[in-house]
């Protein structure tokens, strides 16, 4: 178990639609990091914020959106959904947020858009 | 841009073998980790090289940072069926606070 949770497991939903992807950091972690992993494109970085503060910004279209809470908990928007956003997307977490502090990852959420 | 290839994309062989993947790129790293991806999980992390040269050992598993800090292999020795998942290298840039991960090594090993 890393500690990282992320909730739902799985979602389905429709083109066009928005949802809602939740990540609890493992506890004393201060920074939170998104990646989207799909068959042809590995795991892509999205975004990455530390303590409440966007650090680093990936492969994250227009579309999508997150933030983290004074709570440390993050969450990511995806609005406007299409067919090719279907992917597993994770949440990790680390202490410090730069250099080389290990992953920890969740367990991710797996989207399905129909 | 940076070109980070791992290789082989798929492997799959008996229980016993030996396997080495490998990690490969045109830039220079500050440091590299290797991580493990079981179906349904998350990548959990293995090691991380940071010194040119470098060799760590975790059991049967034996990793090392090349001399020009541009490439990475991983050595399996007695591959078990519990060894089965997706080998993920994931090199830091200098000034970067991020990982790139490259596609990774699905590794399938039968009992």
């Known amino acids: 178990d890393s500690g990282v949770t992320q909730t739902p497991k799985h979602l389905i939903t429709a083109t066009g639609q928005r949802v809602t992807l939740r990540c609890s950091p493992r506890s004393g972690d201060l920074s939170v990091y998104w990646y989207q992993q799909s068959l042809d494109q590995g795991l892509q970085f999205l975004i990455q914020y530390y303590n409440g503060e966007e650090r680093a910004k990936g492969n994250i279209l227009e579309r999508f959106s997150a933030q983290q809470f004074p709570d440390l908990h993050s969450e990511l928007n995806l609005s406007s959904l299409e067919l090719g956003d279907s992917a597993l997307y994770f949440c990790a977490s680390s202490v410090r947020g730069a250099d080389n502090s290990p992953l920890h990852f969740g367990n991710g959420t797996r989207l399905t858009v129909t | 841009t940076q070109l980070l290839e791992q290789s082989p994309q798929f492997l799959s062989i008996q229980e016993g073998e030996n396997l080495t993947v490998y990690c490969n790129s045109s830039?220079?790293?500050?440091?590299l980790q290797w991580y493990r991806q079981e179906p349904g999980e998350g990548p959990v992390l293995l090691v991380t090289?940071?010194?040119?040269?470098e060799v760590k050992k975790l059991k049967r598993l034996t990793f090392q940072f090349g001399d020009a800090r541009k490439d990475s292999s991983l050595h399996i020795t007695a591959a078990q069926p519990g060894d089965t998942g997706l080998y993920l290298c994931?090199?830091?840039?200098?000034?970067?606070?991020?990982?790139?991960f490259g596609k990774g090594t699905m590794l399938l090993v039968s009992p």
């Open positions: 994931a090199p830091l840039r200098r000034g970067y606070s991020t990982l790139t």
């Open positions: 090289v940071v010194t040119g040269g």
């Open positions: 830039s220079v790293f500050s440091s």
